[in-house]
């Protein structure tokens, strides 16, 4: 496995190769660490690539996990991938209050903050005018 075929998991999941795994890849390479990267994207690799939950379902359950933990930024790019991967307003929703039973009402209104600007994005195409 290498660099080429890592960025390209991630991008055919998230629609790029996300700042935080190159600046993960950037250190990895000045501390002469790059092995140990490749065997962190090894283990990602087999527990969520060859995972038996469907992508849309292990995206949902990250996003859940992530914005349960206060991660907002990365719960988001969870969230897009989700909508990417077929996930309805419906089953975001879902996600929504299981985190509001799990992590309480500042994380459910965050992720309602998430859920709306990605569906109002994607209605609108991403213009922002009326």
Sequence with gaps: MGIEDIKQRYESTFGK???????????????????SIFEVESLRKTLLAENPLPTKIQQLVHFGQLLALGAYEPAEMHAKAAVKAGATPAEMMGVL??????????????????????????????????
């Design 97 to 130: 209050e299981t985190t509001l039973i799990t992590a309480g009402m500042p994380r459910f209104s965050k992720g309602v903050e998430i859920v709306a600007a990605i569906f109002v994005q994607e209605a609108t195409g991403g213009r922002t005018d009326e």
């Design 17 to 35: 190769f996300p700042e935080s795994v190159q600046k993960r890849f950037e250190l990895a390479k000045l501390a002469d660490r790059l092995e």
